[in-house]
Every structure is written in structure tokens, then in C-alpha cells.
């Protein structure tokens, strides 16, 4: 089936104006202002999007897509994530993830989990490893595992100043850096290192040092840069060493920004805005531990929160060209997603239509609608509403 979506406000996420986009064959086949009509029979369904807005789909660099958790006990592993949970969210790219848990929870299962997501048009990655270093591989290897294993584009999350972090060495991370970097080369996948940031008063110190070495810069991606203002600070400064940084969702508390107040900050102290992501952290836990490390409680992230900050930052003022880019564009560039992020002849059919709001109102994976018109037209096989009681 063919779409020509005509009459929608386009933000590529350059603004684009009013133009008509054709799908076909899973690609975005023609962008133009009034594309004239497919000949009779051909298999085209014309949608008119007149006073609706359509986006990129989003790109989540972070999701525990088998499920997050488990620091509290067994009781508190966060389930795998749904279908709609990610497009009523309007994410159609996810990189899925382990995270403390590397030792219940196995990469054979998040690649299974991610193959499943697929089945239905989401375009599901993952990262080899987990928190811990030498990190849990597949193939043996961290190298091994991205260069084999098609699904497999980085390592991650490995982390770092917290104490769920194995601690490892500068030797110890330039080795698992290494790797990921000219595994990246071979292949042209991300080759990162996404590096989950902890509240430790080491902070970035170990990358500061990493970027002495011949690792390319890009190769550190530290996530959670904005859980505290300290280290909010240092993050920022390391994007001027060509690093780039990764903001998780979530509101203003008393430790750190949120993330629509980091990303504001970010953009109006004059940063490159080229250098910075955004992530949801959907699946994973927000455990809350006393001085002692003693979990006092437990919260769950949602892949929605991207659009939620999407949302925000418009409210305070950021065009939505800007407000798009961290997830969308910018992840695509870092992570190499060359067909992905954008609304361009030849990119993925990766679409989202939201109204005037910016509420989603449908969501277009690879051609396919898994929303429409508000709801879900496309079900995980154990979320169908048949089998709801
Ligand atoms: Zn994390």
C-alpha cells in the first residue's frame, strides 16, 4: 500500500511548510507541494493531514526494552516494555538496553525482545554489555558481538561514578572504548560507548582522561548528564572537546534539572546544539537509596516522555525544528542512522502526525501505521484488546 499524506505542516525537523509526502515500499518515495495523484489502481490511500503537524519518528537511544530494575530484589524488575508503549510515543527507532541487572537479565533476551518489537515495524537495535566491565557479551567480545550480530551497534549502558558501577579502570574502559570504535568502522554502525552517568563525585573525570588518548571523541556518549548540577556542568564543558551528551527525560527536582530546563539551558548558553541527545530511559527503574544505598522506592520511565519534552520545550519558547533534533536528528548522527531522524526523500517511512497540541494522533513505522487517528491499530501479541478482560 502506497500513502501520499497530503497538506501537513512538515518539520523535517527543518521546517519544511506545507507539502505532500509519498510512502512507498517502506521509504519516503516524494516530498513536494501538491504531488499530483497516483494513476488509477495503483494501491494508494490519500490521508488529508490539512492543520496537523508531521515530525520525524522519534529516535530513543535509551530504552530497557526487556525491562529495567531489579537493585530492590526480584520483585522489582521492571516487565518488558509493549508495542504501544512505544508508538503511542511516537518512537519508531529504539536502542534497547540491559542495565545493573546483566547478571538475571541476558542479551539473548533483549535481542529477542527487540527481534519481536521489529516484527511489527519498529526498528529495535541494541547495545552489548551492561553496567559492568569486562562487559556481558554475546559473541565473546565486545567487537565480536557488534561486527556479527546485526542488531548489535554499540556497548552500553556501562557506568560509571555510582555505586552500582563495577569501577572499572581508565585501562579498563579505553579497552571496552577501543572496541566499540573500530567495530564501528567496520561496520558504519554507532561504535559508541553510552555511559551511564551516576551521582558519584568522580563524575566525568574518567572520560576527561579517555579523551587524551587516540579514541575518537564521539565514542564517549555518557547518558543521565543532567541527574545533578554538578555534573550537568562538566557535561556541558565536555561537548566542547567534541564529546556528545545524552539528556534523560524526567521534571526539575532538587538535585538536577529536568530535562526541558537542561536542554534550554544548553541551547541559550551558546552550546553546540549538534552535540546533544535526548532518551527516554523507558523500561528502567528511578530507584531512590538513602546515604547508605538502601532503595527507599521505585518509579518506572516511559518512552512518552520524549514527546512530553518535545511538548515542553515549545511551551517555553524553543522552536519545534529545535526542540525535535535531540531526538531525532542528532541521535540519528551519532548513532550513523543515515535513513533515519528525518523527513527526506529516501529516508524511512518513519513518521509521526500530531495536531496543533503536539498531542500524537498517528504513528508511521516503516511504512506502516501502528496508530491512527489516536489509537492503536497495531497490537503487541499479548496487549490485544480481544484478550484484555
Ligand atoms: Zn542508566
Redesign the pocket.
Known amino acids: 500500500m502506497l500513502h501520499l499524506l497530503r497538506n501537513a505542516s512538515v518539520f523535517a525537523p527543518t521546517p519544511l511548510g506545507a507539502v505532500d509526502i509519498l510512502l512507498a515500499g517502506g521509504q519516503i518515495a516524494a516530498i513536494g507541494p501538491k504531488l499530483s495523484a497516483p494513476s488509477a489502481g495503483w494501491p494508494v490511500e490519500e490521508h488529508d493531514l490539512s492543520g496537523y503537524v508531521i515530525v520525524p519518528g522519534l529516535v530513543d537511544l ?1 530504552a530497557h526494552l526487556g525491562g529495567g530494575g531489579g537493585e530492590g530484589g526480584a520483585h522489582t524488575r521492571v516487565p518488558p516494555l509493549q508495542l504501544t508503549a512505544l508508538s503511542l510515543a511516537g518512537v519508531t527507532t529504539t536502542v534497547g538496553l540491559l ?1 545493573t541487572d546483566g547478571t538475571t537479565r541476558s542479551l539473548a533476551d533483549l535481542l529477542a525482545v527487540a527481534r519481536g518489537l521489529e516484527h511489527f515495524g519498529v526498528t529495535a537495535l541494541c547495545y552489548t554489555g551492561s553496567y559492568e566491565v569486562p562487559p556481558h557479551t554475546l559473541t565473546g567480545s565486545v567487537r565480536g558481538d557488534i561486527v556479527h550480530v546485526d542488531r548489535i551497534v554499540a556497548v552500553g ?1 556501562l ?1 560509571l561514578s555510582d555505586h552500582r558501577s563495577s569501577q572499572p579502570t581508565l585501562d579498563e574502559l579505553l579497552r571496552v572504548g577501543a572496541d566499540a570504535h573500530v567495530a564501528g568502522m567496520m561496520t558504519g554502525k554507532a561504535g559508541v560507548v553510552h555511559l ?1 552517568m551516576g551521582d558519584g563525585p568522580r563524575g566525568l573525570d574518567l572520560i576527561r582522561q579517555a579523551l587524551a588518548t587516540e579514541i575518537p571523541a564521539r565514542t564517549w556518549h555518557p ?2 548528564c543532567n541527574r545533578n548540577h554538578a555534573l550537568w556542568a562538566e557535561a556541558k564543558d565536555l561537548t566542547k572537546r567534541g564529546c556528545f551528551i545524552d539528556v534523560t527525560t524526567g521534571p526539575d527536582d532538587e538535585h538536577g534539572p529536568g530535562a526541558v530546563t537542561a536542554i534550554l539551558d544548553y541551547l541559550r548558553s551558546g552550546y553546540d546544539p549538534a552535540r546533544l541527545t535526548l532518551s527516554s ?1 523507558g523500561g ?1 527503574c528511578f530507584p531512590d537509596f538513602d546515604a547508605d544505598g538502601v532503595l527507599l522506592g521505585m518509579g518506572v520511565g516511559s518512552p512518552a516522555t520524549l514527546l512530553d519534552t518535545v511538548r515542553g520545550l515549545v511551551a517555553a519558547g524553543l522552536p519545534l525544528n529545535q526542540a525535535l533534533a535531540p531526538c531525532t536528528a542528532t541521535a540519528a548522527t551519532l548513532f550513523r542512522l543515515h535513513t533515519k531522524g528525518r523527513v527526506a526523500v529516501g529516508a524511512d517511512a518513519d513518521l509521526v502526525v500530531l495536531d496543533q497540541a503536539l498531542n500524537l494522533r498517528s504513528t508511521i513505522a516503516n511504512g506502516r501505521f501502528l496508530v491512527r487517528d489516536g489509537a492503536p491499530i497495531v497490537h503487541g501479541m499479548f496487549e490485544r484488546p480481544d484478550r484484555r478482560s
Do not use: F, K, M
Request: hydrophobic fraction near 10%; charged fraction near 20%; charge should be negative.
Open positions: 535509551h542495565g549502558e557506568a551511564h547518558t543521565h530511559d528502567g
